[in-house]
């Protein structure tokens, strides 16, 4: 067991107080500490990745999450899929690299996402460009709107945005 101190002296009201931690945690599965936007990304975006996605969702430790039962994910004749996952609902009929979609999402023909988390009833339309970015809910983009961000900074389009033009790294 390692020796830890918690707390500060006198002069900042708390009290000093030692723990001990074991040297090995109890979790054996996937573990991420979200404390920035880049670590929220990150975070995601490392569900892409079988061994850390199986780390978390087949142990004996519980999920708990809301249960939706919606209709398949649709993915039409013209859609390009690799490396993502898609939750219910959704609508594809564009381009999705290495991305997370959320339910209820839809993605017109001829739109490009890259890259990217978007987040429940997103719409983007055809001709669009997403990469790098995170989308959160009820975001609509525009035909032919660029969003590109970068992988150590990805753009994020705010809850019920509506983009009618194009935005770079930096820019919101």
Known sequence: MADSVI???SDTGCIAKSVRFPEKPAWAGY???IYSLQSYYK?????LEPAKFNAL???NQKIYTKLKNEVPTYYSEDSKVSSSQFATGCVIQ??????LVSRRSRIDKGAVVKHSIINTSSKIASNAWIEYAI???NVIVDPGVQIKGTPEKPVVIRKGEHVTTNVS????
């Open 31 to 33: 573990l991420k500490n």
């Open 57 to 59: 969702m087949y142990t």
């Open 94 to 99: 564009g381009t999705v690299e290495h991305s």
């Open 7 to 9: 707390g500060g002296g």
């Open 135 to 137: 989308l959160d809910k």
């Open 169 to 172: 790294e930096g820019e919101v």
């Open 43 to 47: 975070a995601n975006m490392d569900m």
